[in-house]
């Protein structure tokens, strides 16, 4: 059932921010789920996917996608995807925790300017 809910406001999360795979699973996962970090990331990287697509086809029926953006966006992602998932195996589980507490502190830090 803890999954379920996690799922739940994850998904609500993705759809209204665009970003709660990452943001939300991991730290979920870990604090409620007592899962270590390098799963937990693998975990969320695989939770993303459903909730990218089911995202993405609800504002590609609305028309607010710029289709030239998610090409080049994409196609920058795979060699990236496949260069991040080698990088995590190689990371310890506090470098792992503290580098993403850094991107989401930075990023943080960007919307609270903008």
Known sequence: MRNFLIGIFSGC????????????????????????PHKAHATAIAVILPLSVISSLIYMFKGSLNWEAVLYVALGSIPGSIIGAKLLKKLSSRMLSRLFGAVLIFASARMMMS
């Open 13 to 36: 999360i993705n759809g209204l921010l665009g970003s709660g795979g990452g943001t939300v699973v991991v730290p979920a996962l870990e604090v409620f789920k007592k899962i270590e």
